[in-house]
């Protein structure tokens, strides 16, 4: 039986953190993500999505939920994800 390699020596390095290196000015931030002008604002005319808060628990054979039940409906139909 042919004996199997010894693992190659791993060297640890100690590194700096990102926040280091930007502050001791090792690394740089590329220009396309510095806001000259402050944080911009959402755009007013984006008409924003309604979000249905969902109880799961209602839609359970024992406790069904009209209301409940058309709301999840009414999410699927649209698309929406779910975080449970």
Known sequence: ??????????ELIATKTVQEQLTEG????PQKYILKDGVPLPNASVELMDVPVIDLGLLTPS?????????????LSRGCCFYV
């Open 63 to 75: 406790s069904i939920s009209v209301e409940e039940l058309d709301k999840f409906g009414s999410a």
């Open 1 to 10: 039986m042919a004996e199997s390699p010894t693992p190659a020596k791993v």
């Open 26 to 29: 090792e690394l740089l931030v």
